[in-house]
């Protein structure tokens, strides 16, 4: 065992204690400044990149949309981060959801002028010179239609263009001069994700700017709204949609527009938990053509088409049922250049006086591209997004077996290319 004298024990005692007083004060001073900043200065610091990541307008077909960033008014130290967003979202937009009412005259038994039916819906403003955007369905057969804004101000609007087959109307009102409109900026649909937040505006119930949220439950629905209409890629969406709620947007959590409402499925009338939005890609195409044009500049096929059915295919002995049949062509359209056969043999089909002559014997159109026909709402539904001078690829049934045909579409200068029947 070593033995140490007295003094060389004190001394031990001061040199340690004299290295850790000088090691302490050594990382203190390298490592205390980044850690003790400033919260507020990092605050700022995170704001001012947010600034510079979110501001800037989007201008869409003429229409000036501005997307200012969030902020949420008052404290926001009391909200959780995803309330907080909640909150900053409809403080941003509500004011810019209105409220539509609509009332359908009709005629009493003394041939007097009445209400017979009123309604009422969504929509957003997308445009400060007055412009709305929301459902067909929503101002159906309107004989006058009333725009609600959230101040309590109310203005009579009129159809700009309306589109069935996207079930997506543009409105107008005469804005005050004194009126500063508030707007819904269009966002992008092209890159959801199922799971991603969405949150929706609307008047359900006549209970105006209602607020609920929910997720992308699904992407690309194919829904059929009517007998005759199909519309593809729609948004589904778990966020509550009710009756009233039709034409509203269905926001982003930065608020931007990503769909407009459109229907929901329910055996009771109410939120199942199962909506449906048009997706804004489509509005964006659609509303930008009823601004310039009125209405919606789609590519056609200049033939006369009829419903394949069990009963027409029993009678004219074709292999199938389905698919929409080319009664006739146009004469040198091209469809008949690309050579789409239409049919040669007239019978009458229908009853007695809404009989009409159809013509078999042609082609049946079973697909086109890379989506089957198999009857004329999937046919019309499959045109939705295509254009004059699109080339598309039809496949029909001619002679018991299945062809491709390339075909280029036209203007639609005329009624030729709607269903027969």
């Known amino acids: 065992m070593r033995l140490y004298s007295k003094h060389q024990i004190v001394t031990a005692c001061l040199l340690t204690a004299v290295f850790a007083v000088g090691g302490t004060l050594f990382f203190t001073s390298r490592f205390s400044t980044r850690s003790l900043a400033p919260v507020s200065e990092q605050k700022e610091e995170n704001s ?9 307008n989007d201008t869409i077909s003429g229409l000036e949309t501005n997307t200012p960033v969030l902020q949420v008014s008052g404290n926001s130290d009391t909200y959780t981060q995803d309330e907080a967003q909640n909150i ?6 509500n004011e810019a959801v209105v409220n539509i009412t609509t009332q359908v005259m009709g005629y009493n038994w003394f041939l007097e002028p009445v209400v017979t039916s009123s309604g009422s819906g969504s929509g957003s403003i997308i445009d400060k010179r007055g412009y709305v955007l929301t459902n067909v369905h929503v101002i159906e057969n309107a004989s006058t239609i009333n725009i609600s804004l959230a101040d309590g101000s109310s203005y009579e609007g009129r159809v700009v263009g309306r589109d069935t087959e996207s079930d997506i109307a543009v409105l107008k009102f005469e804005v005050p001069s004194n009126v500063e409109l508030k707007t819904i ?6 890159n959801l994700k199922v799971g991603q937040k969405v949150i929706a505006i609307g008047n359900p119930f006549a209970l105006e ?3 609920t949220t929910g997720i992308i439950s699904g992407l690309g629905r194919p829904i059929q709204e009517s007998e005759n209409v199909i519309i593809r890629n729609m948004i589904q969406t778990d966020a509550a949609i009710n009756p009233g709620n039709s034409g509203g947007p269905l926001l982003d959590s930065q608020g931007r527009m990503i769909g407009i409402n459109t229907m929901i499925y329910s055996s009771s009338g109410s939120s199942a938990g199962v ?5 804004v890609s489509t509005a ?7 601004l310039q044009y009125g209405s919606v500049q789609r590519g056609v096929m200049k033939v006369s088409l009829v419903q394949n059915t069990s009963r027409i295919a029993s009678y004219a002995g074709y292999g199938i049922s389905t698919g ?3 009664s006739k062509v146009a004469s040198g359209s091209q469809a008949e250049k690309a050579g789409i056969k239409g049919g040669k043999n007239a019978v009458q089909y229908g009853r007695f006086n809404s009989a009409k002559t159809i013509f078999l014997g042609g082609d049946i159109i079973t697909g086109i591209d890379n989506i089957t026909v198999s009857n004329y709402a999937d046919y019309a539904s499959a045109l939705e997004d295509k254009r004059p001078g699109d080339t598309i690829t039809v496949t029909v049934y001619r ?10 579409l036209e203007e639609n200068t005329s009624s030729s290319s709607k269903n027969t029947i």
Request: one cysteine or more; proline letters at 2%.
């Open 48 to 56: 001012s990149s947010s600034n510079q990541q979110t501001q800037g």
């Open 88 to 93: 900053a979202v409809y403080e941003r937009c």
């Open 185 to 190: 900026a269009f966002g992008d649909s092209e």
């Open 209 to 211: 700017r209602t607020m």
């Open 275 to 279: 909506g449906f939005a048009v997706p």
């Open 284 to 290: 964006r195409r659609v509303v930008s053509d009823l």
């Open 324 to 326: 929409v049949i080319v």
């Open 399 to 408: 002679n018991r077996s299945y062809q491709k045909i390339q075909v280029l």
